[in-house]
């Protein structure tokens, strides 16, 4: 889900406090011999800071726990101030560390890979039979690592999706939203032509160098322009500069016709001062209580980001908004086979997963959400669950480098907001970027 904030602490220090935080964990009595010991092993989870996520993993570890009688579960939510990643490096600094947490993004991830401050999860055993089990072999594969390692299991995964105000389509003649760039303006033209006071886009984090926000503009229609390019591989750009300048371009016809709002607005797309909004599947809990005239298929409809006109619509990729689990370093090698075990019994069971989309509505990341019978009558009692569902293999996860935050500030201050604000041109923001973000991982 949307994140507010991103802190940085010097590599050197977290490696540091690893090497102590490990020692102290060496000395506690929490040790099995591959598993068969009668010493009861006990780990810290850290849950998201997010009460439905809590629950879940408290009602999943009772469970566990009864079964397994040498294993103990503290479940907890993850410090946040200022921010999660804040307070899981404050943790690992001080040598508090829990054995596992959740809440990880692929981007913060590469950061505490880099301090090796969490461990290779498929060095671990069982993980392979884990992915088997759980179905997620396409999900995952785009999880890895420059080194070839999975450091990350990703628990749920947000394919973004563009909202539509299907009512204001329909009367502009369209029964379907756009799926090209043309289409896309050709909508815009007519919606100014009937509604001048109205927006296309409705999104005042276009022109603000917020890092995360490039998730939920740029990186959905680069993903989607460039057959889901990875941008970056390892501390090397390996972007596809046609499909960057094109995303670019886009944007800038948007604003060049009055179609974006580009400052602050209450509620845009829910009172149709705007027509299109990027759109995650937590929204729909808020609009059930705030706005409940929201109904899918008759005023907002779902698509994946539009495309260049040469590229085919079928095959459009776009962000995946995920999430998910590590084991932390510090943690004694009994503790992190202890923690490994309780997840692949979690994931042994699709029930759980469904426990999960229920409690949560935050959809699992499997292969075969939209195919298995598990999941076939909640989507059918939630169909505007379905398209994301569908899209989970089509969703590309974060960057896997440890200064995300600055690469993705560079996005916005040298390429998305100059174009917006008609201080430069497509190709030449393309290459500033590009220049500066070679800058940072120098």
């Known amino acids: 889900m949307k994140k507010k904030g991103f802190v940085q602490m010097a590599a050197a220090l977290l490696t ?21 010991s009668s010493q009861t092993v006990t780990f810290d989870f850290w849950a998201a800071p997010n009460p439905t996520q809590q629950a879940f993993w408290k009602s999943m570890a009772d469970e566990y726990m009864k079964d397994h009688p040498n294993v103990k579960i503290k479940v907890s939510p993850m410090p946040e101030s200022p921010s999660s990643e804040a307070g899981i490096q404050s943790a690992i600094a001080s040598g508090h560390a829990p054995a596992v947490s959740e809440n990880i993004s692929r981007g913060f991830a590469a950061q505490l890979a880099a ?4 461990v290779p999860l498929d060095e671990l055993k069982g993980f392979d039979e884990l992915i088997e089990q759980r179905n997620m072999k396409t999900t995952i594969s785009s999880w890895e690592f420059a080194d070839q390692h999975q450091y990350v299991l990703p628990i749920y995964s947000n394919a973004m999706l563009f909202g539509w105000r299907m009512d204001i389509l329909k009367e502009l003649g369209y029964q379907e939203p756009p799926k090209t760039y043309s289409e896309v303006m050709e909508v815009g033209q007519k919606l100014k032509e009937k509604y001048p006071d109205k927006f296309l886009w409705a999104r005042a984090d276009l022109v603000k160098p917020t890092w995360w926000a490039r998730w939920f503009d740029f990186f959905m229609l680069y993903n989607a322009a460039s057959d889901g390019n990875n941008f970056m591989k390892g501390n090397q750009l390996v972007v596809d500069d046609q499909a960057g300048v094109k ?10 016709n009055d179609l974006l709002l580009t400052r602050e607005a209450t509620d845009p797309f829910e009172n149709a001062t705007s027509i299109m909004v990027d759109l995650g599947p937590w929204t729909f809990p808020y609009w059930a209580e705030k706005f409940p005239e929201m109904k899918f298929q008759q005023n907002y409809a779902l698509s994946l980001p539009p495309v260049p006109d040469d590229v085919d619509p079928n095959k459009a990729k776009t962000f995946a908004d995920t999430k998910g689990l590590v084991i932390y370093a510090s943690a004694t090698k009994e503790q992190q086979q202890a923690a490994f075990d309780f997840i692949r019994w979690v994931y042994s069971d699709v029930k759980h997963d469904l426990d999960w989309f229920k409690q949560t509505n935050l959809p699992p990341a499997r292969d075969d959400l939209s195919t298995n019978e598990a999941f076939v009558s909640y989507l059918e009692e939630n169909p505007q669950l379905k398209q994301y569902a569908e899209n989970i293999p089509n969703a590309i996860p974060p960057v896997d480098n440890e200064k995300t935050v600055e690469i993705q500030e560079l996005i916005g201050k040298e390429a998305l907001t100059p174009v917006i604000k008609g201080q430069k041109t497509p190709e030449k923001a393309w290459e500033d970027m590009k220049k500066a973000i070679d800058g940072v991982l120098k």
Not at 115 to 118: D, E, F, L, T, V
Not at 247 to 256: D, N, R
Request: charge should be positive; hydrophobic fraction near 35%.
């Open 115 to 118: 301090s090796r401050a969490i």
């Open 247 to 256: 995303t670019l371009q886009f944007f800038k016809e948007l604003q060049k």
């Open 16 to 36: 540091v406090a690893l090497i102590s935080a490990g020692c102290q964990n060496a000395d506690k009595d929490t040790g099995t011999k591959e598993g068969k």
